[in-house]
Nanobody, 124 residues
Framework: QVQLVESGGGLVQAGGSLRLSCAAS????????MGWFRQAPGKEREFVATISWSGGSTYYADSVKRRFTISRNNAKNTAYLQMNSLKPEDTAVYYC?????????????????WGQGTQVTVSS
């Protein structure tokens, strides 16, 4: 029903910024809570940020609070992750995901659709 494609990853120096985009196809995008997750080599996938279907509620992992901002534009069928003050430990493959849930959720099992991921590398 929904397909997600991430873009905007790349190589950036510590302290720099990147803006990730998640483009959705399908006619039910606005009904989904959206989330961003990341996975570094040798580590499990971890929660980064989530936003409710209306965009009215957001929630962030402690490690990215005040640095990352999640947003969405339902008219454009797109979700975003603005990443500022990047650190080397932010290096990972970043995935967007959608789930039919009320409000926000940080649980991967609540998300039904996943993108292919985009690589973010932060150099020191």
């Amino acid at each position: 029903q929904v397909q997600l494609v991430e873009s905007g990853g790349g190589l950036v120096q510590a302290g720099g910024s990147l803006r990730l985009s998640c483009a959705a196809s399908g006619r039910t995008f606005s009904s989904y809570a959206m989330g961003w997750f990341r996975q570094a080599p040798g580590k499990e996938r971890e929660f980064v940020a989530t936003i409710s279907w209306s965009g009215g509620s957001t929630y962030y992992a402690d490690s990215v609070k005040r640095r990352f901002t999640i947003s969405r534009n339902n008219a454009k069928n797109t979700a975003y992750l603005q990443m500022n003050s990047l650190k080397p430990e932010d290096t990972a493959v970043y995935y967007c995901a959608g789930g039919v849930v009320r409000g926000t959720t940080s649980h991967p099992t609540d998300y039904h659709y996943w993108g292919q991921g985009t690589q973010v590398t932060v150099s020191s």
